[in-house]
Nanobody
Framework: VQLVESGGGLVQPGGSLRLSCAPS????????IGWFRQAPGKEREGISC????????YYADSLTGRFTISRDNAKNTVYLQMDNLKSEDTAVYYC?????????????????WGQGTQVTVSS
């Protein structure tokens, strides 16, 4: 069981990126999936989570509406659309599978993680 993130890269302030998270070894249908990020010298923080069918989502207050989480269970993929990126969004972004029934930012309730994808926002 593993998760694979993609879509990171270098972008200028104000730009956009879309991250993807695809699992290997299981199907997403029954699980909430969360996105986390970790900047250098900082703790990993939960930024967004979407429930198993996409009907509910959680966002960290710090995002101020700039990010949108979505999922396509037919493609077995979860996305994180990031708009109006700022330098403080620079971090390694991870997706993770939530334990059944959980939706939120508590890291202890996630059991499988991807290796992360680097997002750098710089001019």
């Amino acid at each position: 069981v593993q998760l694979v993130e993609s879509g990171g890269g270098l972008v200028q302030p104000g730009g956009s990126l879309r991250l993807s998270c695809a699992p290997s070894g299981f199907t997403l249908d029954y699980y909430a999936i969360g996105w986390f990020r970790q900047a250098p010298g900082k703790e990993r923080e939960g930024i967004s989570c979407i429930n198993f069918d996409g009907s509910r989502a959680y966002y960290a207050d710090s995002l101020t509406g700039r990010f949108t989480i979505s999922r396509d269970n037919a493609k077995n993929t979860v996305y994180l659309q990031m708009d109006n990126l700022k330098s403080e969004d620079t971090a390694v972004y991870y997706c993770a599978r939530a334990r059944r029934g959980f939706i939120g930012a508590d890291i202890s309730n996630y059991d499988y993680w991807g290796q992360g994808t680097q997002v750098t926002v710089s001019s």
